[in-house]
């Protein structure tokens, strides 16, 4: 037998190895992103629908009250918008969820798993990766919203990028967090009853929380509570080159939290080690 | 050659990510520095706005339910019209103090200066007269008998015609400023409110609240030939109540004032088309250009406020709260 | 455990004793004593065997064996909960970098972006392992073209077929130059000729460049005489060792038959705990 073996070079990972990976994990979701027009599309028809249609029939709701960071009288469109851009951003979060469940029944995620890196190291690409589309998806309603007047200050945004990748991370490592926990498919239409919806309705997305409190109390603390508002509130914030403290804190956080879970929701040694592999065959 | 790309783009987008949360987190802000006077009806006050921080400086007490306002022309004085105290007082900017008043008829309402500064005429509400005064002696010259609740007042770029609207005429009424006759009269929509002059003297606008709609006449035919009408959608045509007019210098943008719409409508002045509605405070009533025309301030009653519209952007920038029930505004240096 | 360096191969070429006995030195893949259950029901029970480096091992057993959980175990899918499993030494729980650069997996369900090209697909691969864009094109050049698909380099990997996908798989597991390859039932849903061809492809790698292979399979006609065979049944390693040893030790005529008799046997026995 002829053994010619291959030589390899067996140096520690170093830097250089782990930018590779971050921008190769990149590089690989901004290609799937482009081969998958119709995602494209369906989030920004999402938040479209909303904005022409919900938000017409809503327009005398506001312009009776100036609430921060606004500085003047806005429309009912104009309030929204931050709230539809959380939304895409939710949607983008729990879709990406969706993929590691569908990743993992076809095996692609079995491929990132195997890399050398670390899997901490590895997750967080991922989350990356899944902030860049969002914020693709972000800044494709944000020109459409121009066309329909919805027009923050130019430097608006630049300064509201921070923003969306903070919110990015935040929800995907909550869609991260739960999808660790999904088995199927099919459990996405749980998600969406049980995250995605009382989420986005329970928080300011759609009506200042001053409104709400003045049609339930209960509801107003929900919302208060709920971090979906303080995602909504940064973006708002940081679209009118302001800072919400409080939202800023709570976001990053939620981010902390959800990341160290869904690192230890993924850790081998935990989360996954107890179920069965996908399929059904041991 | 895509790796380089991809690389590239990553670094560009870390980049644009650190200036953008510099940016976010340090925020600058613009300056002009004029002064805006606006009367309050309710409160008998006058608010001093600042333009460079948007922020009411002094509140200038004044008499009873103060309206029309404006700058002399040598910019030294703000002429306030308080109506039931039947006189104009005058607000020296220096020492932003009321230092003098002026003999109108009762209920001085509006009022305006020919192009030297030299004469004021005034429409007082409840007299049916303009009366006409001299600025430098502070004396009453004589009275003009018009129509019924005069209110608007304009002069003619050469100073030859006064206009005055009359609220329940529904007039506007030319008067020869030499003989201080009325030469002839236009009918309009119902209840004029304001008159206003294209900086050439090619046309006149005049608003009439309750019928929605402002009248475009030439000057030199003395009729009607245009009518700009509103439309906003979701809004009952009764809402839309035109009063204030402002234009620019160079006549291609005129500002409306809708009432109780809370909108004030841009239109091209060339084209007598609205371009855009811009959502402001309750009840919008009278406006302001900044001397530069960069922004324009409009007073709304209701919401006891101000909002400042950046001129070119088309865009309101903000809104400032004032003294109770905003009437109207004028501009100086300090 | 005796350790050496891995960093030198030659050493292993030197030192490593025939396939067919269990090498002194260190295994290309080491499993020892795994045991892994879901829940209540045990997958694997006290697992071990071993793969030289530069020999092929055939890992057969049915459906529902516990191959599939074994590969999860080796690739770190799941968390090892008893036994200890290593690569050239590295234990793939204590140094999973350093026991995962030494692997290249091929899994059973279809693990390739469809919708991305060739070419794209392996370079994906490789920045997953750390390697620079401009090396893993050369790399990607040179397996694109062992595999004979030099005039697809672009292609989406849609309009390829089965076996060309498969072969794929397994340049792309190669692609970061491991030393032991792991491949999950490899052929199924191919045609008996691409079948061949993957098989053949896989025992040239092991002679050409001393890759050590675990090939997991259900499909007896796979397995040759010189093979190292572990047969895994309802989670227990029944037999190990050469095709030869195997029949010698049953006694039976053929791989087939040596199968039935060993699982039915256990099965009688019932499942020891």
């Known amino acids: 037998m002829s053994t010619t073996f291959v030589t390899h070079e067996h140096r520690k990972l170093g830097f250089g190895n782990y930018v590779t990976c971050l921008n190769g994990i990149l590089w690989r979701e901004a290609l799937r992103f482009l081969h998958q027009r119709e995602r494209f599309v369906s989030a920004l028809v999402r938040p479209l629908v909303w904005l022409f249609i919900f938000a017409a029939g809503f327009r005398q709701v506001l312009g009776i009250s100036i609430i921060p960071p606004y500085e003047t009288y806005i429309l009912y469109e104009v309030y929204i918008a931050p709230g539809l851009i959380a939304m895409i951003q939710l949607f983008n979060g729990m879709q990406s969820s969706l993929s590691m469940v569908y990743d993992r029944e076809m095996g692609n995620m079995r491929t990132l798993l195997v890399s050398p890196l670390p899997r901490w190291f590895l997750l967080v690409c991922k989350l990356l990766a899944g902030t860049v589309v969002s914020l693709l998806q972000v800044y494709a309603f944000l020109l459409i919203a121009w066309f329909w007047d919805i027009a923050p200050p130019l430097i608006g945004y630049l300064t509201v990028l921070p923003a969306l990748v903070l919110s990015g991370l935040m929800l995907g490592s909550l869609g991260m967090l739960i999808s660790s926990r999904i088995k199927q498919l099919e459990n996405f239409a749980g998600v969406m009853n049980f995250v995605i919806f009382p989420m986005f309705f329970a928080s300011s997305a759609l009506y200042p929380l001053w409104r709400v409190q003045e049609g339930s109390p209960m509801l107003y603390y929900l919302c208060l509570f709920n971090p979906f508002t303080h995602v909504v509130e940064l973006i708002r914030f940081a679209l009118y080159d302001k800072v919400n403290w409080v939202s800023l804190a709570v976001v990053a956080g939620c981010t902390a939290v959800f990341t160290i879970g869904a690192i230890i929701a993924y850790d081998p040694g935990r989360g996954l080690a107890r179920r069965a592999p996908a399929g059904g065959e041991t | 050659m895509q790796a380089a790309m991809m690389m590239n783009r990553s670094k560009m987008l870390c980049r644009v990510w650190l200036c953008g949360a510099a940016i976010w987190l340090a925020t600058a802000a613009p300056a002009s520095a004029f002064l805006a006077y606006v009367s309050n009806e309710k409160s008998n006050t006058v608010s001093v706005i600042d333009t460079d921080s948007w922020t009411v400086t002094a509140t200038i007490k004044v008499g009873q339910r103060p309206r029309g306002i404006e700058l002399t022309r040598d910019g030294k004085s703000v002429l306030v019209a308080v109506g039931d105290d039947d006189t104009i007082q005058i607000i020296d900017v220096a020492s932003q103090k009321v230092v003098d008043s002026l003999p109108s008829g009762p209920d001085p309402e509006l009022f305006t200066q020919d192009a030297t500064g030299k004469i004021l005429y005034v429409a007082n509400e409840n007299d049916n007269t303009v009366t006409v005064i001299d600025l430098e002696k502070r004396v009453r010259m004589g009275d003009v008998q018009v129509g019924v609740e005069p209110e608007g007042m304009a002069i003619s770029p050469d100073g030859k015609i006064l206009i005055n609207t009359s609220e329940t005429t529904n007039m506007a009424h030319f008067i020869d400023t030499a003989t201080r006759e009325i030469v002839a009269n236009v009918l309009v929509d119902a209840r004029p409110r304001f008159a206003e002059f294209k900086r050439d003297g090619s046309e006149l606008w005049v608003s009439s609240e309750i019928g929605g709609t402002v009248s475009v006449i030439d000057p030199a035919k003395r009729v009607v030939t245009d009518k700009i009408e509103f439309n906003i959608p979701g809004l009952r045509r009764e809402a839309i109540q035109p009063v204030g007019i402002g234009m620019t210098r160079d006549a291609k943008t005129a500002f409306i004032a809708l009432g109780p719409a809370n909108r004030i409508a841009i239109v091209d002045a060339a084209t007598h088309k609205v371009i855009k509605y811009l959502l402001v405070g309750q009840r919008v009533w009278h406006m302001a250009f900044t001397p530069d025309e960069k922004y324009l301030l409009v007073t709304n009653g209701v919401s006891n406020d101000v909002s400042v519209i950046d001129v070119t952007a088309q865009k309101v920038i903000k809104t400032i709260q004032v003294g109770e029930l905003p009437w109207g505004v004028a501009m100086a240096r300090p | ?273």
């Open chain 3, 1 to 273: 455990m005796t350790t050496i360096d891995t960093s030198r191969p030659e050493q292993i070429a030197r030192d490593a004793p025939e396939p067919t006995s269990v090498p002194a030195v260190t295994l290309a893949l080491s499993v020892a004593g795994i045991s892994h259950c879901y829940g209540r029901r045990r997958a694997l029970s006290d697992v071990s065997f071993g793969v030289a480096p530069a020999s092929f091992t055939a890992l057969v057993g049915l459906n529902g064996a516990g191959k599939s959980t074994l590969i999860a175990l080796i690739t770190r899918l799941f968390g090892i909960q008893a036994g200890r499993i290593s690569v050239f030494g590295h234990d793939i729980s204590d140094t999973p970098g350093d026991a995962l650069r030494l692997l290249g997996v091929v899994f059973q369900p279809r693990t390739l972006d469809l919708d991305l090209s060739v070419m794209q697909n392996l370079l994906y691969h490789a920045a997953l392992q750390g390697i620079a864009r401009r090396e893993a094109r050369l790399r990607g050049d040179e397996v694109i073209a062992r595999i004979g698909l030099a005039d697809r380099v672009n292609s989406r990997v849609r309009d390829l077929s089965g076996g060309q996908m498969r072969r794929l798989e397994i340049a792309r597991a190669l692609l970061h130059r491991p030393r032991l390859l792991l491949l999950d039932e490899a052929t199924v849903g191919l045609d008996v000729q691409a079948r061949a061809d993957i098989l053949a492809h896989v025992r040239t790698l092991v002679a050409e460049r001393g890759i050590g292979v675990l090939w997991a399979t259900h499909l007896f006609d796979e397995i040759a005489e010189s093979d190292d065979l572990v047969v895994l049944h309802g989670g227990h390693v029944l037999a190990q060792g050469s095709v030869t040893q195997i029949l010698g030790e049953t006694g039976a005529p053929n791989f087939d038959t040596a199968f039935r008799s060993m699982t039915e046997a256990a099965d009688r026995r019932g499942r020891p705990s």
